[in-house]
Nanobody, 127 residues
Framework: QVQLVESGGGLVQAGGSLRLSCAAS????????MGWFRQAPGKEREFVAA????????YYADSVKGRFTISRDNAKNTVYLQMNSLKPEDTAVYYC????????????????????WGQGTQVTVSS
């Protein structure tokens, strides 16, 4: 079992920045690729960013490329999402997900790839 706890959300003005964190329990974190997704009211959960187990490969949705950066610290069992130049359309609940401990990254932009999820953290960007 893996427990994921997101933090760092909040209210920020357009153009501002936030850094989300996702702390994971267990000993297999360094073998799992991780992803960030978001869900706005009335919309489906959508892919934001993903990172391979070792951190050497990162992937982004086109809508956040150049503004968001995903990173991880395997010594701290934590994955981060640095969000800069925030826009009102970034408003959503942000979730982190953990893949199976295979050491490989698969379909990183699909929710079905991730078998553990956190409870989410709200990000609200005002105009």
């Amino acid at each position: 079992q893996v427990q994921l706890v997101e933090s760092g959300g909040g209210l920020v003005q357009a153009g501002g920045s936030l850094r989300l964190s996702c702390a994971a329990s267990g000993r297999t974190f360094s073998s799992r690729s991780m992803g960030w997704f978001r869900q706005a009211p009335g919309k489906e959960r959508e892919f934001v960013a993903a990172i391979s187990s070792g951190g050497g490969s990162t992937y982004y949705a086109d809508s956040v490329k150049g503004r968001f950066t995903i990173s991880r610290d395997n010594a701290k069992n934590t994955v981060y999402l640095q969000m800069n130049s925030l826009k009102p359309e970034d408003t959503a609940v942000y979730y982190c997900g953990a893949d199976r401990p295979t050491g490989r990254i698969g379909y990183y932009d699909r929710t079905t790839t991730y078998n553990y999820w956190g409870q989410g953290t709200q990000v609200t960007v005002s105009s």
